[in-house]
């Protein structure tokens, strides 16, 4: 990836997302590093976890909805023969 798709990239963020980086790259000492890190790790990690589950959630149910909906044709090919 480019500097300038980086760029790019950051730019799309929300603006409290481009003040905590620019404050990690100016003001942050190497314990609030630590912190930030661990912080934004489980934050990180919750939503992801959050996401996942919404997406198997939304897989399952159209799953279950295509099945119904093939058990519905192969019904209706039956009674049509």
């Known amino acids: 990836m480019s500097s300038i798709e980086i760029m790019k990239e950051f730019d799309n963020l929300p603006k409290s997302v481009k003040k905590a980086v620019r404050y990690i ?7 609030q590093l630590l912190i930030l890190k661990k912080h934004l790790a489980h934050a990180i990690q919750q939503k992801e ?10 897989s399952i149910k159209n799953t ?3 099945i119904h909906n093939l058990m519905k044709l ?7 023969y």
């Open 49 to 58: 976890q959050e996401l996942y589950k919404k997406r198997l959630v939304f």
């Open 64 to 66: 279950s909805a295509f």
């Open 25 to 31: 790259y100016q003001d942050a000492s190497y314990d």
């Open 74 to 80: 192969g019904d209706y090919i039956a009674t049509a």
